[in-house]
């Protein structure tokens, strides 16, 4: 895993959540409505298609969240608080080959490796030694580096939003051809996620299942998505809506410049 493949995976994994997003939301389809309330609270007389849209209004409406995704494809995972204002702070993991903790203000990143990062991106005892003499430190630059720029491209909550809103439907090029027979949205039954009410609503296309999960009380946020196909699967979580990304950084006695990490990278310094 060099640097630049790492920087990717983070950008990846936010666009193939909203994609997810977009699939089960545009559909075109709807289900009819149940007649009595059987625990969905005011979703009851609402159908499975009016259900999906009120959750993608919520989503592209929210300031902030909480964003954990993973797939079976890629052991890229996100655990990321982030804002509309593109801040955010969690991690980015990428299996055996490391996770990073993240720290965004403004055009400001800070990123701490784990010792299994230094491992997989430097050769022999020239990771060990980097792991031993940075672990606990911060990396810190704008997003003017390349590195930064990249693995923190995953904290623009904006176009998360923009990307799960899919494209205006207005826009489609003429004699574009549409489905002729539309999948349907159907609604499942009431279940809890994370301690949270939700309603399953499921659209199922060409073999693939995807499943929103829609929060019953209070505002109807998306709370969870899962798509299953060709025995691959991937979830996405989201919570903790409205929530402030902390301010907090890191103090400049945990940190270290980001050139470091460029010189260890190329070779031109020892750990």
Not at 36 to 58: C, R, Y
Not at 72 to 87: E, I, K, M, Q, V
Request: proline share 6%; with cysteine.
């Amino acid at each position: 895993m060099t640097s630049r493949r790492h920087a990717a995976t983070a950008p990846a994994a936010l666009t193939c959540g909203a994609a997810l997003l977009v699939g089960i939301a545009c559909t075109g389809g709807a289900a009819a409505a149940g007649d009595s309330d059987g625990g969905e609270g005011d979703l009851a007389h609402k159908s499975a298609q009016q259900i999906s849209d009120d959750a993608l209004h919520q989503l592209v409406a929210a300031q902030s969240l909480r964003l954990r995704t993973r797939t079976s494809t890629d052991p890229t995972t996100l655990d990321l608080t982030l804002d509309r204002a593109g801040n955010c702070t969690g991690a980015v993991a990428k299996g055996s080959l490391g996770r990073v903790e993240l720290v965004k203000r403004g055009n400001q990143v800070w990123m701490k490796p784990d010792a299994a990062f230094w491992k997989s991106q430097l050769p022999g005892e020239k990771g060990d030694r980097a792991a031993a003499k940075y672990k606990d430190t911060y990396l810190h630059g704008t997003t003017r580096n390349t590195f930064l720029r990249g693995l923190s491209a995953a904290c623009d909550l904006r176009a998360f939003q923009k990307s799960a809103a899919g494209p205006d439907k207005e826009q489609a090029p003429p004699g574009a051809p549409s489905p002729s027979v539309p999948p349907t949205l159907t609604k499942g039954q009431p279940t809890t996620q994370d301690g949270t009410r939700v309603l399953p609503v499921t659209k199922k296309v060409d073999g693939a299942v995807q499943t929103l999960y829609v929060a019953i009380d209070g505002k109807h946020y998306p709370r969870k998505l899962t798509a299953e196909a060709d025995h691959q699967s991937a979830t996405i979580l989201l919570s903790d809506y409205g929530t402030p990304v902390s301010d907090a950084t890191p103090a400049p006695g945990r940190t270290a410049d980001i050139s470091a990490l460029d010189d260890l990278m190329q070779g031109t310094q020892t750990a």
